[in-house]
């Protein structure tokens, strides 16, 4: 089916917002993913594109996106050779031009009705606004093991000491202004699942807040973190971005827009 004239006109203009996903072997999870965010984001008043980053899958993921159909809202590919979510998440964030950005992972775990309140907090001046599972008003879902839940618990009271008074850093759910996001990821230098952790440290740094706020988020199959596997690496990570942040010279990235902005734009 041709993409009707409405459709033209949105792929035509600047995007107002992009939105990277990053991919790892994702063949199963990424269709049912994309055809979600795509659908929520074509029901937005505004154009919308999703950037997909491969990150050196070994199954068909790539060619997902490269024969995604042509629709209201762009879907494009990014390739990364770098292993890391972090690494993907960069590549990602870097070939954004939008001025507002975000991230969330393939299997869509957050709801995403959870975009239209970060949307509408980015454009009445907050600079970063992430999902966080331990919002008070959060509804969670989780089926993970004891020994995984209390490795979570103890990596967060690590992180609270690099972003303070963040809750949540790893839900996989964050909006953020374009200009800060891309002058913040352009010194990320964690790959891994930290990755999040400086992130958020170095939009701290350029003198932003960080807004949790409350989502539904779903545990889906298919997780790759191990406590076993992953935990001795997490805490170098750590300690790493503690380093780096301690030598980081402080600067100040500008907001992409004077706020508030109307989202459909001024007559």
Not at 216 to 233: E, K, L, N, T, V
Request: aromatic content about 6%.
């Amino acid at each position: 089916m041709a993409p009707s004239r409405q459709g033209d006109e949105r792929t035509s203009r600047r995007p107002l917002l992009e939105i990277v996903v990053p991919a790892y072997n994702e063949e199963r999870r990424l269709p049912e993913g994309l055809m979600q965010l795509c659908a929520k984001l074509a029901r937005m008043p505004f154009p919308t594109a999703v950037i997909v980053v491969d990150n050196n899958s070994a199954d068909s993921t790539a060619e997902i996106v490269r024969t995604w159909p042509r629709g209201a809202v762009p879907v494009r590919l990014v390739e990364c050779a770098t292993p890391g979510k972090g690494a993907a998440v960069r590549a990602g964030l870097l070939e954004t031009r939008a001025p507002f950005v975000g991230f969330c992972d393939a299997d869509m775990a957050t709801e995403l009705k959870a975009i239209d309140v970060a949307f509408g907090l980015l454009l009445s001046g907050e600079r970063v606004v992430i999902g966080s599972r331990a919002h008070t008003f959060s509804d969670v879902e989780n089926r993970h093991s004891r020994v995984r839940e209390l490795g979570a618990v103890g990596f967060r009271a690590l992180a609270r000491v690099l972003v303070r008074g963040v809750s949540d850093t790893q839900c996989g759910f964050k909006f953020f202004d374009g200009v800060l996001a891309r002058e913040a990821v352009a010194g990320l230098r964690t790959p891994g699942f930290a990755f999040d952790v400086e992130l958020l440290a170095r939009c701290v740094a350029l003198g932003a807040s960080v807004l949790e706020i409350p989502v539904q988020w779903r545990d889906m199959p298919g997780s790759r973190f191990s406590p076993a596997r992953h935990s001795a690496g997490i805490l170098l990570e750590l300690a790493r971005i503690w380093l780096r942040l301690r030598s980081a010279p402080r600067a100040g990235a500008r907001p992409a827009w004077e706020q508030p902005l109307d989202p459909v734009g001024s007559p």
